[in-house]
């Protein structure tokens, strides 16, 4: 079975362009994360979507990030600007919820490492 | 206060022995899980094992099992005869409660090198 899907792999923005950050989760999981890790703040959740909605978003840390999930099969982190101090890996991660002996693992993706310069 | 607690930023181990990663961790809820992660140097996040807070029996996983010490809140990753290629960055995880949709608060990780 395929994995989560991310793209791009990497990305170098100049700053104040537009990036937008894609996600194909595992098919038919109904929960999908957003996650960012830095080296100074690690694994920090930013939003997640349950059957495409939007749950929470209180870890989005300015206007500038929008997540979309316009389907079960696709979303998107996008940052409008961006700026140098959003260079980091954006994960996205999937999960169902299902039996309890299994934890309800999430699943992460390969990462999108982000450069903003 | 620390939700999850990894004091060893790095270790170095011998191609072959066992390794132990610490893992302590702090909650006041009775339905908890606790996960373990591996980050290679590629940097995918790869799910390793899990233990939840009811279960009676130490998870394994192949070369993989958690040392699951409920009274002292620990969750060491145990992994036997080491290789070349468990190299990578081991990051503990917890999630308070049991549905999917409740916050993993993830440790700071251990660069774990194996030597050969």
């Known amino acids: 079975d395929a994995g989560v899907i991310q793209s791009p792999r990497h990305e170098v923005t100049e700053m104040g362009q537009e990036v937008t950050l894609r996600c194909k989760p595992i098919?038919?999981?109904?929960?999908l994360f957003w996650y960012r890790q830095t080296m100074m703040r690690g694994l920090e959740l930013l939003i997640y979507?349950?059957?495409?909605?939007?749950?929470?978003d209180s870890g989005m840390p300015e206007d500038r990030f929008s997540a979309k999930m316009p389907n079960a099969s696709f979303s998107t982190l996008k940052i409008q600007p961006s700026e140098p101090r959003d260079s980091a890996v954006y994960f996205c991660?999937?999960?169902?919820?299902?039996?309890?002996?299994?934890?309800?693992?999430?699943?992460f993706g390969e990462g999108s490492w982000l450069t903003v310069v | 206060a620390q939700k999850i607690t990894q004091t060893q930023p790095g270790m170095f181990v011998q191609e072959k022995e066992a390794v132990t990663l610490d893992c302590t961790y702090d909650?006041?809820?009775?339905?908890?899980?606790l996960f373990w992660y591996k980050q290679p140097s590629s940097g995918e996040m790869i799910f390793l094992i899990y233990?939840?807070?009811?279960?009676?029996q130490n998870a394994t996983e192949g070369r993989y099992s958690l040392n699951f010490q409920k009274a002292r809140k620990s969750a060491n990753l145990v992994i036997s005869a080491s290789q070349l290629g468990d190299s990578a960055m081991y990051f503990c995880?917890?999630?308070?409660?049991?549905?999917?949709?409740?916050?993993?608060?993830f440790g700071t990780g251990t660069r774990l090198t194996i030597i050969p």
């Open positions: 979507f349950n059957n495409n909605v939007p749950i929470d």
């Open positions: 995880a917890m999630r308070e409660g049991l549905n999917v949709n409740e916050k993993l608060t």
């Open positions: 098919s038919g999981h109904d929960y």
């Open positions: 909650t006041s809820d009775q339905s908890y899980g």
């Open positions: 233990q939840g807070s009811y279960d009676e």
């Open positions: 991660a999937t999960s169902i919820q299902g039996e309890h002996s299994s934890g309800n693992t999430i699943y």
